[in-house]
């Protein structure tokens, strides 16, 4: 875990950003327009961060990529709250909110029937792509593993 993250926080840097104790700060106001100009110049390759495990992983994943395009992150008070499922009314409510939340940058793949009694196997699998990165999240659990 430990080198997730410093793969992570190096990958943050090298996108521009400054690591400050507990705290990450973008160090340009003009990130996205520079890296975009950076990137189809050739100069920065495409990055890719794939998030692969269960609803703690899914939700690293949503609280990178919501950072990642609005620049902050998500408020512990914040209703209805990315990072809770239990704050949507359903898990439908959920996929569709938290992908619109996202737009344009990512595409959820995800199906789960509310019903218990009529269990059919969910899966998520959500699909970020940003100016210069790319970020996935492949749900994979219990026995069951990855679908799509």
Known sequence: MI???IALTSLLVTLGFEITGLTLQRESSRFTSSLSEKV??????PSSIIFIGDSVIRYQYLSLVY?????????RHQRPNPIE?????????????????L?????CDCFRVDNPEN?????????????GLKVSYIQAFGDFGSQG
């Open 67 to 75: 950072f990642l395009k609005n620049r902050h992150w998500i408020g």
């Open 103 to 107: 737009t344009p940058y990512e595409l």
């Open 3 to 5: 080198s997730k993250c």
């Open 119 to 131: 269990f059919t196997l969910p899966f998520e699998n959500r699909y970020f792509c940003g100016p």
């Open 85 to 101: 499922e239990q704050t949507y009314d359903s898990w439908e409510d959920f996929y569709n909110q938290t992908s619109k939340a």
């Open 40 to 45: 189809r110049g050739g100069n920065v390759p």
